[in-house]
């Protein structure tokens, strides 16, 4: 009887050993995986911690070159690019639509400082796709017509434009997009903490591998059209939710010693000339922060303050200029809990 108890014993021991093996084994934290690659004419850098510490970067590809189908206007056989070139065949899709309902809300809610029919000025200007001139002013009064965002409309699946001239440019705001894309693949493979950075726009959720918030640069505007140049302004500390920089230190060229920036007025034409150097916006979703971060620098700086405080759940960080030509800064109240010591 004594060594039968005995035998018991060593196997219930042995069954508890087991069991805390399994239970901690499973409950070990999964690593954080890095992805790195190209898209949209720029990079991406995607941090992730998967459970079952599966590389996702397959996944990822294949999804930002189902969205190039959509939305690049490099990629000729893409559903804007069709739109843009007038095939009456084209019927958008799912990531087309939300840009463009997102577009007209922006639109309306700047009244028009931000406007996706600014692609025939855009093009215009030597910037995005088509015409790379820089070696004169246009005629924006050759445009201006054609620019609008009342003057196009979704409706089931086709986009009607009044004009057959309208070219539509969703640079502004497909990175943004891309960002949250994304982010909801990382989600429905179970990740439940990342972060995801294309082109600068960055969208978060839960921690880093620190297990803290995720640290994010806000650069300095220091004008530099090759993007080498990068010295931080100040950081942030963010968690669930997206942060964009707009500013016109990046995308410019000089012509007879005049400065020209991509971000232009789709009222006036011209490419925006004030004190407003930088926009950063914080946002729940990257397409609407990267819409209002370019939108932003169109308006200004008082404006921008009243349409961000206007909408719940946004914040915003501006870089500016003051009378002397020294840089300022100033932010809404809400951006104050994001700032690091």
């Given at each position: ?40 004419g720029?990079?991406?850098?995607i ?20 969205f ?19 095939d009456?065949?084209?019927?958008t ?14 639109s ?28 004169k ?10 620019v609008?965002y009342?003057?196009?409309?979704l ?7 009044t004009d ?23 989600e429905?493979?179970g990740?439940?903490?990342y972060?995801v ?25 220091v ?72 939108a ?46």
């Amino acid at each position: 009887m004594k060594n039968k108890s005995l035998i018991f014993s060593t196997l219930a021991l042995i069954l508890m050993i087991a069991a805390l093996g399994v239970y901690f084994f499973s409950h070990k934290e999964a690593r954080y995986i890095h992805n790195e690659g190209q898209t949209q004419g720029t990079t991406y850098s995607i941090i992730y911690q998967q459970p079952q510490e599966t590389d996702l970067q397959e996944k990822i590809e294949k999804r930002l070159y189902e969205f190039d189908l959509s939305l690049s206007t490099y990629v000729s056989q893409s559903i804007i690019s069709r739109i843009n070139a007038n095939d009456s065949t084209v019927r958008t899709d799912d990531d087309f639509d939300e840009m463009f309902r997102t577009a007209q809300s922006v639109s309306e809610k700047t009244n028009g400082a931000f406007d996706i029919t600014v692609g025939p000025l855009v093009k215009a200007w030597g910037f995005g796709f088509g015409n790379k001139d820089h070696a004169k002013v246009p005629d924006v009064k050759e445009f201006l017509p054609f620019v609008g965002y009342h003057k196009v409309k979704l409706d089931n699946h086709r986009v009607i434009k009044t004009d057959s001239r309208i070219l539509l440019d969703a640079n502004a705001i497909a990175q943004g997009q891309s960002s949250d894309i994304i982010g909801r693949l990382l989600e429905s493979n179970g990740c439940k903490n990342y972060m995801v950075e294309i082109g600068g726009e960055v969208v978060c959720k839960g921690l880093n591998p620190q297990g803290k918030k995720w640290r994010i640069a806000i650069d300095k505007p220091v004008d530099d059209s090759t993007s080498v140049t990068t010295e931080a302004q100040s950081v942030i500390l963010i968690s669930n939710g997206a942060v964009t920089t707009s500013g016109n230190y990046r995308k410019f060229y000089y012509l007879n010693g005049k400065k020209y920036a991509h971000e232009i007025d789709p009222h006036t034409g011209y490419p925006v000339v004030h004190n407003l150097l930088s926009a950063t916006v914080i946002a729940p979703t990257c397409i609407q922060a990267d819409a209002y971060a370019t939108a932003f620098m169109v308006v200004g700086v008082d404006r921008a303050l009243e349409i961000c405080k206007s909408i719940p759940g946004m914040d915003c960080y501006l870089i500016y200029t003051d009378k002397k030509g020294d840089n300022q800064v100033i932010y809404t109240d809400g951006f104050k809990k994001y700032l690091t010591q």
